[in-house]
Nanobody
Framework: QVQLVESGGGLVQAGGSLRLSCAAS????????MGWFRQAPWKEREFVAG????????GYSDSVRGRCTISRANDKNTVYLQMNSLKPEDTAVYYC?????????????????WGQGTQVTVSS
């Protein structure tokens, strides 16, 4: 069982930056792939970024590639999402997710555990 707690969301102006963190409980964090998803009002949850358990393989959605960086610190049981050049369309609740089999995927059903989410609001 893995419990995930996101932090770092908030209100930022367009063009600004935020770093989201996701703290995980459990001794097996280092073996899990991790992902970030987001969900805006009236929209489906969408993939943002993913990272393999080793940290040496990552993937991004087209909408954030070049503006966001996912990373992990296995010694701290934490995964991060650095977001730069934020746009109003990035406004959403951001969720952290963990996948037991170590390989990230782009679909929500690729993941086994989810956090409660953190709100990101980008003003124009």
């Amino acid at each position: 069982q893995v419990q995930l707690v996101e932090s770092g969301g908030g209100l930022v102006q367009a063009g600004g930056s935020l770093r989201l963190s996701c703290a995980a409980s459990g001794r097996t964090f280092s073996s899990y792939a991790m992902g970030w998803f987001r969900q805006a009002p009236w929209k489906e949850r969408e993939f943002v970024a993913g990272i393999k358990w080793t940290g040496d393989n990552t993937g991004y959605s087209d909408s954030v590639r070049g503006r966001c960086t996912i990373s992990r610190a296995n010694d701290k049981n934490t995964v991060y999402l650095q977001m730069n050049s934020l746009k109003p369309e990035d406004t959403a609740v951001y969720y952290c997710a963990a996948a037991r089999y170590g390989i990230w995927g782009r679909r929500p059903d690729n993941y086994d555990y989810w956090g409660q989410g953190t709100q990101v609001t980008v003003s124009s």
